[in-house]
């Protein structure tokens, strides 16, 4: 395996650590919809997950064992400052510590995101990402993290899916604060930018060792129609989904028809300042990090009116999608799909490549997640999981032809390590590699046949096309 290439798995506090009391750990957003009459869809919680908590050594070892060179984490910000703010909780630091040191003991390149989701709850309660002061909130936070970790963690990220958190906030709907109102949407989107760049910029004042990026949720868009109409969708379409997350964290700029389109709306963008575009101009990304899953077919609206449903439930029930004035979301009918409707495209991952290729030259790119969700079984001769071989097979060969054909890629993370929490899917959609058997004691871990796969591809791909 090519020493020089991140070959690694991924998960996110949230959904897998347990412990949500544990440790001094205070409340986050999560903890708190996850216990109301909101949380109606699935309703399970957080509370134990996968116990990553205390199994978290067991875990890695399993990543070692497998091949992997890397484990992407998230640090819960409510295990550092349980408040969101003031005195930091050295339990939660010293939790941290353990984890990484042991990423270091099996040989293991640890990748932490700062922020996944998981908001301290008086913070929330204060107006969440809405709420400009989270900006300077969430730069201490960083700061913290940077004194106590950087000194062995070489890859960082500030955000972790400014655009998909957002979207499924205030747009579905379906996340905390459980509203749909596309303007608040862009206000939080923004301030998440914005503390993106001040980390970004605080991290090389520092000086530390490593890379620090953001992950964006990215996707190629591909024109319905091949008329000028249509053509108009699928630009509106990347500015939704792309360009107003991307073009901001690599060129330091928002697009100027994107911020068009929001005065357009009637939207109020006056929490914009003039003094920011500074800030963002400074705290660009070392590198791009992408969660790869599907792409996206635009074609322009039906009305006016901005309809965005979506599948929670494993239905396979067609859901719409229209933004008004923007685009709406067209479907290949001869397209292979999840029971979530996800469409199975792994080709799509080589034009994204190539397309980031040529908007941003001298930005590497990391796939911080790739993955597909579906409904595992065990049997006496374990886990068998042939559509999710298949579906990160195509991926990784796709990407392996990216990189020959010139596009900087340092890392492939699947998602996920394990089964995990998976939001408000709850625990039945699963990405694992390995399979977490919640209705176990022990929650006892079942390696997948994807898991033998990576570990094998790790081996083949480690010494021909990649890295």
């Not at 996340?175 to 949407?185: A, D, G, H, S, T």
């Not at 999840?338 to 796939?367: A, Q």
């Amino acid at each position: 395996m090519n020493g020089n290439f991140l070959w690694g798995s991924a998960t996110a506090a949230y959904q897998c650590e347990g412990g949500w009391k544990e440790g001094g750990k205070g409340l986050s957003n999560w903890d708190v919809f996850c216990h109301s009459e909101k949380n109606n869809v699935n309703p399970v919680t957080g509370d134990i997950a996968c116990d990553h908590y205390h199994r978290y050594e067991e875990d890695i070892r399993m990543m070692a064992e497998g091949g992997q060179n890397a484990y992407r984490f998230s640090i819960a910000w409510t295990r550092i400052l349980p408040e969101g703010t003031g005195e930091k909780n050295q339990e939660g630091i010293d939790f941290y510590n353990r984890l990484i040191d042991t990423c270091l003991k099996y040989k293991i390149e640890p990748l932490v995101t700062l922020y996944h989701y998981d908001l301290p709850q008086p913070l929330y309660e204060a107006g969440g990402w809405e709420n400009r002061k989270i900006v300077d909130q969430y730069l201490d936070y960083a700061e913290i993290c940077f004194k106590e970790f950087g000194d062995r963690v070489k890859y960082w990220i500030t955000i972790n899916e400014p655009n998909y958190e957002t979207l499924c906030c205030y747009g579905f709907g379906n996340y905390p604060p459980n509203v749909q109102n596309l303007e608040r949407r862009w206000r939080a989107m923004y301030h998440m930018m914005l503390a993106s760049a001040r980390a970004s910029a605080a991290f090389r004042e520092r000086k530390l060792p490593g890379m620090i990026g953001l992950v964006s949720d990215s996707y190629p868009i591909v024109a319905g129609k091949d008329t000028p109409e249509g053509l108009r969708a699928a630009h509106m379409a990347d500015l939704f989904f792309n360009l107003s997350v991307n073009e901001v964290c690599v060129k330091g700029a928002y697009p100027r028809d994107f911020i068009e389109q929001l005065q357009a709306d009637g939207y109020d963008i006056s929490y914009m300042f003039k003094e920011d575009e500074a800030v963002f101009e400074k705290g660009t990304v070392d590198y791009l990090g992408i969660n790869a899953y599907n792409r996206y077919i635009a074609e322009p609206p039906q009305g006016p009116e901005t309809i965005l449903d979506v599948n929670n439930t494993g239905d396979g029930k067609k859901k719409r999608f229209q933004i008004g004035g923007w685009f709406c979301l067209g479907e290949d009918p001869d397209m292979e799909k999840t029971p979530w409707g996800m469409e199975i495209c792994p080709r799509s991952i080589y034009d994204l490549l190539m397309e980031l290729k040529r908007l941003y030259p001298d930005t590497p790119v990391m796939i911080t997640e790739n993955g597909v969700g579906n409904y595992d079984e065990v049997t006496d001769e374990g886990v068998h999981d042939p559509y999710r071989v298949a579906y990160l097979q195509g991926y990784v060969d796709w990407i392996g032809k990216a990189i020959e054909d010139g596009c900087d890629v340092r890392g492939y993370f699947v998602w996920s390590t394990m089964d995990v929490y998976s939001w408000i899917n709850g625990y039945k959609k699963r990405y694992g590699l390995v399979y977490i058997d919640y209705d176990s004691e022990d929650l006892r871990r079942i390696p997948k046949d994807s898991y033998y796969w990576y570990k094998n591809t790790i081996e083949e791909k480690g010494r021909t096309c990649y890295g």
